[in-house]
């Protein structure tokens, strides 16, 4: 877990670009990023209940496999 300035600095990062989205009216933010997931428990701080944060990656992984699997591409 974070702490200190870079904490500081990380959460400031994430405030500017979400809170125009909750401002906007945004219920649900969704992470669309490879990187996002690392920055949930900011990003839900800076929601505060105010939209839900949705995390897709798990979902994604399945379907990767799937298709993976379906071609016979899937890695011993």
Do not use: N, W, Y
């Not at 600095?9 to 933010?29: C, F, N, Q, S, T």
């Not at 839900?44 to 799937?66: F, H, L, T, Y």
């Amino acid at each position: 877990k974070l702490r200190g300035a870079r904490a500081e600095r990380i959460e400031k990062m994430v405030r500017l670009r979400i809170e125009p989205l909750l401002k906007a009216g945004a219920d649900k933010i969704v992470l669309g990023c490879t990187h996002f997931p690392h920055l949930k428990p900011v990003i839900e701080k800076v929601c505060a209940g105010r939209a839900e944060v949705i995390d897709p990656s798990e979902a994604v992984a399945r379907q990767a496999k799937r298709i993976l699997s379906e071609h016979g591409l899937m890695a011993d």
